[in-house]
Nanobody, 127 residues
Framework: QVQLVESGGGLVQAGGSLRLSCAAS????????MGWFRQAPGKEREFVAG????????????YYADSVKGRFTISRDNAKNTVYLQMNSLKTEDTAVYYC????????????????WGQGTQVTVSS
C-alpha cells in the first residue's frame, strides 16, 4: 500500500510558477513509476507528466504531455519519498485539480495503469 499526499497548489497569475509536491508513504517508493495528472471542471482527467521508477530527472527518464512540455518539470527524491512538479510559465488553461499517482508497472500516460492516487491539490491560474 502507498499513500500519496499532494501539496503546493494555490492561486497564481498567468506567467507565474508553482511547485507541487507529492509525499509518499512506504519504503518502496523508488520501485514505483510516478505520474501527475490533472482534471479541470467538466473535463476528463488527463496525463501531465511521468517519471520512471528509480530515475532522476533526465530526459530519458521522464515523459510529458505536449501541452506542458518545456514549461513543466517532473523530478523525484527517493530519499525523501517525494515527487515534484515544477510548473513555470503557467497559463489559465493549466487551472485544474492536480493529482499524484503511483504505478507498480512501467511509466505510462494512461490513468488506468496507476495503482494509487492522492487526493489532489487545486491549481488556479488567473489572467
Amino acid at each position: 500500500q502507498v499513500q500519496l499526499v499532494e501539496s503546493g497548489g494555490g492561486l497564481v497569475q498567468a506567467g507565474g510558477s508553482l511547485r507541487l509536491s507529492c509525499a509518499a508513504s512506504g519504503r518502496t517508493f523508488s520501485s514505483y513509476a510516478m505520474g501527475w495528472f490533472r482534471q479541470a471542471p467538466g473535463k476528463e482527467r488527463e496525463f501531465v507528466a511521468g517519471i520512471r521508477r528509480s530515475g532522476g530527472s533526465t530526459y530519458a527518464d521522464t515523459y510529458y504531455a505536449d501541452s506542458v512540455k518545456g514549461r513543466f518539470t517532473i523530478s523525484r527524491d527517493n530519499a525523501k519519498n517525494t515527487v515534484y512538479l515544477q510548473m513555470n510559465s503557467l497559463k489559465t488553461e493549466d487551472t485544474a485539480v492536480y493529482y499524484c499517482a503511483a504505478s507498480i508497472g512501467y511509466l505510462n500516460s494512461r490513468s488506468g495503469k496507476y495503482d494509487y492516487w492522492g487526493q489532489g491539490t487545486q491549481v488556479t491560474v488567473s489572467s
